[in-house]
C-alpha cells in the first residue's frame, strides 16, 4: 500500500477491465475495426471513454467540442452520454478516418447529436467564437495535433461556460515529457501547457494518469 498513484502493471489492468468496464457493443466492434488501422494507437482506450463518459453525466453535459476525432471511439462514448437534445461539434481534418466514425454514429442512432466540422480545428473554435458562442459549451475534449495545443485549450476556455470542463489527452505523452531535454515539438508544446496550466488562476485542474495522462480543467466562475 502506498499514498502515491498505483503502477498500473498488465494484470492489474486486466482487472480493471474485467471488474470495471461496460463498453457497448457498437463501441466494442468500432474499437476491434480501429484495431486493424496503423495508427490505433491514437484511439483512447476503453476505460478512459467509459470514464469521460461518466464525467459528462454528473456534470449534466448538454454541449460539447471534440477537437481530434479520429474513427470516432471518444465521440461515440461522448454522445452516448449526452441527453437526446444534447450536441457536440466534432473537428478533424481527415476525411477517411470520419467516415468510419460517421458509419459507426449512425449505427448508434446518434449522428443528429454530432455535427462533424472537417477541416482544421483551430478555424472551427474561431468560427464558433465569431458566432458569439462564447460560455455556449459544457464540455471539451482536445486530442489532436500537439503543436496546437495551447490555441486549442485558449479557445475552449472561451467557449465554456463558467463550471465547464475542459479534458486534454495525451498530458504524460507515454513518459516523455519527463526527458530533461525533449527536442520534439509536441513534447515542448505539451509540457509548455501542463506548466501554464499549474499557473492558470482562470481554473481548476487534475493530471488524473489514467490513458496516455488525462488533464481536467474546471473552468473557475
Ligand atoms: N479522439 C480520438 C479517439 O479517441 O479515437 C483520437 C484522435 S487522434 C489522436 C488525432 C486526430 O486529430 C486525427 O484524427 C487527426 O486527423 C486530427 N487532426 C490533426 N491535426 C488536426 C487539425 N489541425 N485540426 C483538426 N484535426 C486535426
Ligand atoms: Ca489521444
Not at 173 to 190: C, F, K, N, Q, Y
Not at 199 to 207: A, F, G, M, N, P
Request: charged share 30%; hydrophobic share 40%; aromatic share 8%.
Amino acid at each position: 500500500m502506498s499514498n502515491r498513484t498505483i503502477m498500473v502493471t498488465d494484470d492489474i489492468y486486466r482487472y480493471i477491465l474485467s471488474t470495471s468496464l461496460r463498453e457497448p457493443d457498437v463501441l466494442r466492434r468500432l474499437r476491434e475495426e480501429t484495431k486493424r488501422d496503423p495508427d490505433h494507437r491514437m484511439q483512447i482506450s476503453p476505460e478512459q471513454g467509459q470514464f469521460m463518459a461518466l464525467l459528462l453525466r454528473l456534470m449534466g453535459a448538454g454541449q460539447t467540442i471534440e477537437i481530434g476525432v479520429y474513427t470516432g471511439y471518444s465521440s461515440l462514448w461522448t454522445a452516448l452520454a449526452l441527453p437526446s437534445n444534447g450536441r457536440m461539434i466534432a473537428c478533424d481534418i481527415n476525411k477517411q478516418w470520419t467516415d468510419v466514425a460517421r458509419r459507426y454514429w449512425k449505427e448508434a442512432g446518434i449522428q443528429e447529436k454530432i455535427d462533424l466540422r472537417l477541416g482544421p480545428a483551430l478555424d472551427a473554435l474561431d468560427e464558433l467564437l465569431a458566432e458569439g458562442r462564447s460560455g455556449a459549451f459544457d464540455f471539451a475534449f482536445i486530442d489532436a495535433d500537439k503543436e496546437n495545443y495551447d490555441a486549442y485549450y485558449e479557445r475552449c476556455l472561451a467557449l465554456l461556460r463558467p463550471g465547464g470542463l475542459i479534458a486534454i489527452d495525451n498530458t504524460l505523452w507515454d513518459g516523455r515529457v519527463t526527458a530533461p531535454d525533449p527536442g520534439d515539438e509536441a513534447t515542448l508544446a505539451i509540457n509548455a501547457l501542463n506548466r501554464k496550466l499549474l499557473q492558470d488562476k482562470r481554473i481548476d485542474l487534475s493530471l488524473a494518469p489514467i490513458g496516455d495522462g488525462l488533464t481536467l480543467v474546471w473552468k473557475r466562475p
